[in-house]
């Protein structure tokens, strides 16, 4: 497994590949490794001859006071567990050789609509972070096929059209939601989570599968099902920015023909923002 810092070594790495025919499978994470990557990381190695993961803490998508000084930052330790998964290559670029323009004023990707709404109602600014920086990503690393995880779903939209709408020769790959055994998605930031506040954030998985069977069984109008939702978590303590029933293919609010849906929720816990979803088809 090689471990590269820098963008000459890495393009040189690449046009070799690329020189052999190789097809190139590509994970970016921001590090602090956990079950939920590893799956990433062994969808992408069946996919394709080589594989690629960026760890990389990115300032851009984080807004002002949120987590970005305290993110963790477990290099070595997630050198080690890639060491024993089907990596070829480890790229943890350097801030600057990243942003040479400076964070403040460097060119930014932006997806409009897609980005305003759900997370980026209350993350402004968010999803363009992302965008940018998975874009000098693949602009570099030249995947064929790049891998993120459900958890983040309204993220690999915002990857996917942005894919789409500026041509790029990558098919994006969603995997399922890595669950902690109560039910918790696992999440870097989980360990954020006090002793108490852990006992408590199973509430939001609990709470999106009432969602989904009420869904199911049709009785009551999306409203209510959200409504009820927040009003659960409320009472265990969460403080929520949304519960939202939205059609699966595009965010939109679902029409009365939609079948492919899927339920969002975004609440605090404490000091900890936690995010999950649940998808649901009525065919």
């Not at 590893?38 to 690629?52: F, M, R």
């Not at 993120?148 to 915002?158: A, T």
Request: hydrophobic share 40%; charged share 25%.
């Amino acid at each position: 497994m090689d471990v590269i810092f820098d963008l000459k070594s890495l393009r040189e790495k690449i046009y070799f590949w690329k020189k052999d025919g190789l097809s190139i499978s590509f994970v970016p994470t921001m590090g602090n490794l956990h079950a939920g990557h590893l799956s990433l990381i062994s969808g992408a190695s069946e996919k394709a001859d080589k594989t690629v993961v960026s760890i990389f803490v990115n300032p851009i998508q984080f807004g002002h006071g949120e987590d970005y000084e305290k993110y963790p930052s477990t290099l070595d330790h997630d050198l080690s567990k890639l060491s024993d998964e089907s990596v070829d290559m480890v790229f943890a670029p350097n801030l600057n050789e990243l942003y040479p323009g400076g964070i403040e004023s460097d060119t930014r990707v932006t997806i409009p609509a897609l980005s305003e709404t759900l997370c980026g109602e209350f993350r402004p600014g968010h999803f363009s972070g992302v965008a940018t920086v998975v874009m000098k990503l693949f602009n570099n690393v030249q995947p064929d096929f790049a891998f993120f995880g459900e958890k983040d779903f309204q993220q690999i939209l915002v990857i996917r059209r942005m894919v789409e709408d500026l041509l790029l020769p990558i098919e994006v790959v969603s995997m399922p939601i890595v669950r902690e055994i109560d039910g918790l998605a696992m999440s870097s930031r989980n360990s954020y989570l006090s002793e108490f506040e852990r006992a408590c954030s199973v509430e939001i998985y609990s709470v999106l599968v009432q969602a989904a069977e009420a869904l199911k069984e049709g009785f009551k109008s999306i409203n209510e099902i959200e409504n009820q939702s927040v009003s659960s978590l409320v009472q265990k303590g969460f403080e929520v920015e949304y519960c939202s029933v939205r059609h699966s293919t595009d965010l939109a609010v679902p029409a009365v023909d939609n079948k492919s849906l899927v339920i969002l929720i975004a609440a605090w816990l404490g000091d900890t923002r936690l995010i999950d979803n649940i998808r649901v088809n009525l065919a």
